[in-house]
């Protein structure tokens, strides 16, 4: 069931499938909205009960400021919760939602019941990335934000993949193209400036997973090794035939892996609405 809501003074979509447990809160990638998720949540429904939101400047939830940390979303999502009497969650968040989720987890680990990096890191923007998102800005500014989408769209799959899902990376432009500029360049600002999370992740005692790609250009393989060998306190997972995109490029193997992990650490002696 998808509704409006008001949360830290933010106009949002959200989509509640109101029914399972325990709850797992999807946090889409940049440039994408809850639709991204239409095709993998029905895998996981009605065992659990899966929340999605539209990260506030994406799409049609509202645009605030000039930056949107990843702080501030984690605001957003708190309330919401609140407001959906969900009291604990496991968060799973891909790429840029992974960052949004490493901060929900930071800043109210007790709502959280297990954290999950869907081809994201914990790292934060080499001062080359942050040029790059610079760029980006400055793209979209100059009215390309086409030429992201194209690029973007397609290296987020792994290359064998990119003819026999053409129409999802049809679909993964269209999606970057309705995103309002200021919703880009609002979030292209906050990834920029977000915090180095390796400690801070090593420093939670809940249950993490990450999922990686092993044909990731975004994530390379020798990025996601140095990642696994950095915590020891995190299950690693790699999908064999993915790239940036498991949940739509291997949807069921990504969905019992995320299933077999939730059964493992919920906690069944927290009340759940």
Known sequence: MEKFLLAHHTALRISDSQKGAPTLVLLHGYMESIEIWDEFMPLLTPQFRIVAIDIPGHGISQVQGEIHTMEFVADVLHEVLHKEQIDRCFV??????????????????????????????????????????????????????????????????????????????????????????????????????????????????????????????LIPMETAQALAAAHPQAEVVYLEHSGHMGFIEEPEATAEILRAFMLRHTDSRAPRI
């Open 92 to 217: 799973a968040g891909h790429s840029m939602g992974g960052y949004i989720a490493e901060a929900f987890a930071v800043k109210y680990p007790e709502c959280v019941e297990g954290l999950i990096l869907l081809h994201s890191t914990p790292n934060a923007d080499t001062p080359e990335k942050q040029h790059d998102r610079m760029r980006e800005i400055e793209m979209v500014q100059c009215q390309k934000k086409d030429l992201i989408a194209k690029l973007f769209a397609a290296r987020s799959f792994a290359a064998a993949n990119r003819k026999p899902l053409a129409d999802r990376i049809e679909q993964l432009q269209e999606l970057m193209m309705l995103t309002e500029d200021e919703g880009v360049i609002a979030l292209l600002r906050g990834m920029a400036a977000r915090p180095d999370q390796n400690a801070a992740l090593r420093a939670l005692s809940i249950p993490q997973l990450f999922l990686f790609g092993r044909e990731d250009e």
